[in-house]
Each structure stands twice: as C-alpha cells, then as structure tokens.
Nanobody
Framework: QVQLVESGGGLVQPGGSLRLSCAAS????????MGWYRQAPGKQRELVAI???????RYSDSVKDRFTISRDSTKNTAYLQMSNLKPEDTAVYYC??????????????WGQGTQVTVSS
C-alpha cells in the first residue's frame, strides 16, 4: 500500500505565499515523477508542476516564475513553494506520483487534495 499525504493548504491574501508538502509512504521501491495538479470549481484538473527523479522540472505557463517545485528523495517528499498568489490560483491541489512498488511495477498515485484559497 502506498499513500500520498498532502499538507500546507489554507487561506492566504493575494500576493502572499504558501508551501505545500506531499509525503509518500508505504511499500516503495523507488519514486519516479512527483507533481502537483489543481482543480478549481467547474474546471478540469490541470497540471501545475512536475519534477522528475533527476530533478528536472516543468511548470504550467500560469505559475511559471511564481511557483517552485522541489523534492527531498531521502524523505520521499515533494514541495510546492507558491509565491505572489493570485485569486485565480484558488483550487484544490492534488499531489501525484509515479511509484515503483517493486522493480518493474510502476503505479500512479494521487493524494487526497488540499484546499488553497486566495482571497482578501
């Protein structure tokens, strides 16, 4: 069993910052990509940022230069540092990861989601 547990969401004013964490636990052989998606009310889930096992990163155009994704492989944890937050960043943020539970068995996992609300 593998779990992804997110933390760090909340209410913040426009221009503020938040840091999300996503910790993977359970029967893990190794972790491939880790990333964050978000879903606003009435909209489809969209990719926010992703980081590979080699720490290459990719961002959506809407968050580039404001958000930074990182990971600590010793803790099986990914982070999303969000700065200069805007009301349009309001959404439920989901952690996503591709995890090898054994050599050759790659599965995709989602966290339960954490609410981020940007409002004055």
């Amino acid at each position: 069993q593998v779990q992804l547990v997110e933390s760090g969401g909340g209410l913040v004013q426009p221009g503020g910052s938040l840091r999300l964490s996503c910790a993977a636990s359970g029967s893990i052989f190794s972790i491939n990509n880790m990333g964050w998606y978000r879903q606003a009310p009435g909209k489809q889930r969209e990719l926010v940022a992703i980081i590979t096992s080699g720490k290459s990163t990719r961002y959506s155009d809407s968050v580039k230069d404001r958000f930074t994704i990182s990971r600590d492989s010793t803790k099986n944890t990914a982070y999303l540092q969000m700065s200069n937050l805007k009301p349009e960043d309001t959404a439920v943020y989901y952690c996503y990861s591709q995890i090898y539970v054994t050599r050759g068995a790659l599965n995709a996992y989602w966290g339960q989601g954490t609410q981020v609300t940007v409002s004055s």
